[in-house]
């Protein structure tokens, strides 16, 4: 079992940066592939980014690249969402997940998720 708690999210200006964390427990992260995804309202769950468990590989949504940056710590069990250059369409609950099995861009490819943290940005 996974424990994953996310933490960061706020009420932020376009142009703006926040740093999301999302804490483990339960289990070491370190073999995991970690990814956030997030949900805006009336829309589904969207994929953001993802790291490997060693930090080697890196994904991340066409419309976050170049602005978001994801990293993890294993010492700490952590995995962060750096964001830059925020938009109001990043507005949305924010969710950390460790991946199971299946494609990494995929929300149903994980089985352990947090809470969320809500970002809003606004214009």
């Known amino acids: 079992q996974v424990q994953l708690v996310e933490s960061g999210g706020g009420l932020v200006q376009a142009g703006d940066s926040l740093r999301l964390s999302c804490a483990a427990s339960?289990?070491?992260?370190?073999?995991?592939?970690m990814g956030w995804f997030r949900q805006a309202p009336g829309k589904e769950r969207e994929f953001v980014a993802a790291?490997?468990?060693?930090?080697?590989?890196?994904y991340y949504a066409e419309s976050v690249k170049g602005r978001f940056t994801i990293s993890r710590d294993n010492a700490k069990n952590a995995v962060y969402l750096q964001m830059n250059r925020l938009k109001p369409e990043d507005t949305a609950v924010y969710y950390c997940?460790?991946?199971?099995?299946?494609?990494?861009?995929?929300?149903?490819?994980?089985?352990?998720w947090g809470q969320g943290t809500q970002v809003t940005v606004a214009s």
């Open positions: 339960g289990r070491t992260l370190s073999s995991l592939l």
């Open positions: 790291i490997s468990w060693s930090d080697t590989r890196q």
């Open positions: 997940a460790a991946h199971s099995i299946g494609g990494v861009y995929s929300s149903s490819s994980y089985n352990y």
